[in-house]
């Protein structure tokens, strides 16, 4: 399946949204950080993109400044702390401070039973998606502290941290433990002036699905667990991420924003199989 490309509802976003201000996205290349970086730039945003080959990068950067925004594309891999530190220092060097964040980089890994999953593969699911965001939290605090202004930051957290599939157990265990790391730092930080909120995706048509939604058979028990009854876009995501790091959001801390449709609601639904 191909990357999503439905930024429209970014387009009309209020061009002074984030003026004067300075966002980092990881992961930023494809995908929901792709049309996040965009959603950024449009509302004013200057945007540092994050995510380890520079081809998508540059590629968004140039679509960027296509409509007069301004970014910077910064090849990192951020289950490399070094790397992540100078990730968000070249951040406040180019652009004098940072403000918002997006911690959005993930991997998926091994999809299949958990006994079955080598510890190597495990390692490198904690490296970047928990150590990974971790290390991103920190330097970015820390900047963000360093010059004194209130900050918000948002997390890729996701669904499968409030419910449970069959062969993502890691992939979860990840995310479930983001939650808590989420919950812990915006106590800490709320009374410094910084915000820090998850967002938890459902079913998105992103690259990093495109094989679970490749055919009918697969995507199609997804649509109808789905109260909604279709699939996200990376858009709409990126849309409850720009919410999070809004000051429409200014009150709003510790959470976890699911944007999935309503997928993970319980109840029967006998109603979406006819009967």
């Known amino acids: 399946m191909a990357a999503d490309t439905d930024t429209s509802s970014t387009t009309s976003a209020a061009t002074a949204r984030f003026a004067n201000r300075t966002a980092l996205v990881t992961g930023g290349g494809t995908g929901m950080g792709r049309a996040g970086a965009i959603a950024l730039a449009r509302g004013g945003a200057r945007v540092v993109i994050a995510g380890r080959r520079r081809e998508p990068l540059d590629a968004v950067v140039a679509e960027i400044e296509q409509f007069g925004g301004e970014a910077l594309a ?17 951040a406040v060097s180019t652009f004098g401070a940072l403000h918002l964040a997006w911690n959005n980089a993930g991997m998926l890994g091994h999809f299949g039973p958990a006994h079955e999953m080598e510890p190597d593969m495990f390692d490198a699911l ?29 997390n890729t957290s996701s669904w499968t941290a409030h419910g449970a599939m069959p062969g993502v157990a890691a992939y979860a265990a990840t995310k479930a433990a983001l939650e808590a790391l989420n919950r812990t730092m915006a106590v800490e930080l709320g009374p410094k002036g910084i915000r820090i909120n998850n967002v938890s995706p459902g079913i998105i ?34 849309d409850a991420v720009a919410w999070l790091l809004s000051d429409e959001a200014r009150f709003v801390t510790g959470q976890s924003l699911l944007v999935d449709g309503g997928f993970t609601l319980g109840g029967m639904r006998p109603w979406m199989h006819g009967g």
């Open 126 to 154: 904690m490296a970047t998606n928990l150590r990974g965001i971790f290390a991103c939290l920190q330097h970015e605090v820390r900047a963000m502290l360093a010059q004194g202004t209130p900050g918000a930051i948002v």
């Open 74 to 90: 910064v090849p990192t891999d951020v289950s490399d702390m070094e790397q992540v530190k100078a990730l968000v220092d070249r």
């Open 205 to 238: 048509a992103t690259p990093m699905a495109s094989d679970v939604l490749a055919s009918d058979v697969a995507r199609q028990p997804f649509v109808r667990q789905t109260p909604l009854q279709r699939i996200g876009t990376a858009a709409e995501v990126a």
